[in-house]
């Protein structure tokens, strides 16, 4: 029977404290001084964007400052995604060989993003897997994905809408498109976003609570990967290393500093 896997729920948080707490589940694994951890993140309001992007490029930067939307960056690659209240964060930091984790890249990821769409069955929502890294309904995105590792460890991070604010997020991140000679980009940027993206909500009728969800999800990853979870906190050397981190991830820099 493989090692239990610790549960880490830190609630609602803004984003440099996320951001940095990836790095430090991450590190802690290839260090040896953690267990392997499924993480259930909340966030306010915010811009995430991958690794490489440059925030002029990807977010109508005034929007969000007028309206208190954070832009932090995250240490994986990707694109830019908007989150908030309406949508669940999770994240696997662990060891590459651990059991029940294929060593075959795309096969891992099948085999995690079934464990969301095992969660979603049991709200009665039929998903498909569409790789590389999303989840669809109909063709309609309701989860991404996407991770990166260091030395033998990696941290495998996804997203799942449960009431998911389009009309915000087109407006906090500049969407690709082709102008319109009417000028109502917007209205179409908020279309192809609509038609893009679901959520549960949408799907439900109804927004089902954030602790049910995170309760289905531990469910579908214990049942996927053959493990059992114990509930359990950062420890104080984890707490010491997220204070260390935590000014390099509020900061300009790191924001900005891949365009400078």
């Known amino acids: 029977m493989p090692s239990p896997w610790r549960l880490l729920d830190t609630g609602p948080q803004n984003a440099p404290y996320n951001m940095a707490l990836e790095k ?126 260091l030395d033998d460890s990696f941290i495998f991070h996804g997203t799942l809408l449960v009431d998911f604010d389009t009309e915000t997020m087109v407006k906090a991140l500049k969407v690709p498109m082709k102008k319109r000679k009417d000028g109502h980009i917007m209205d179409s940027a908020q279309q192809n976003a609509d038609r893009r993206t679901i959520s549960m909500k949408e799907l439900l009728g109804h927004a089902p609570a954030m602790g049910k969800v995170r309760k289905f999800l531990a469910e579908a990853f214990a049942e996927t990967l053959g493990i059992k979870f114990f509930e359990g906190g950062l420890d104080a050397e984890e707490l010491k290393n997220l204070d260390e981190e935590l000014p390099r991830f509020g900061s300009d820099e790191w924001v900005y500093g891949r365009e400078r």
């Not at 694109?79 to 662990?94: H, N, S």
């Not at 969301?116 to 049991?122: E, F, G, P, T």
Request: aromatic share 8%; net charge neutral; hydrophobic share 35%.
């Open 24 to 149: 430090v589940l991450l590190e802690s694994s290839i260090v040896g001084k953690a267990p392997n951890t499924l993480h259930f993140l909340e966030f306010f309001p915010c811009v995430l964007l991958g690794y490489s992007q440059s925030v002029d490029h990807e977010v109508h930067e005034e929007y969000c400052k007028k309206n208190g939307i954070e832009i932090n960056r995250r240490i994986s690659g990707g694109g830019a995604i908007y989150m908030d209240k309406g949508t669940l964060g999770w994240e696997i930091a662990a060891k590459k060989n651990s059991p029940g984790i294929p060593g075959n890249l795309n096969d891992m990821y099948y085999k995690l993003c079934g464990a969301v769409i095992a969660a979603l069955s049991k709200f009665g929502i039929t998903a498909v897997y569409k790789p590389l890294n999303d989840i669809e309904i109909n063709s309609r995105k309701i989860s991404g994905s996407g991770g990166t590792e």
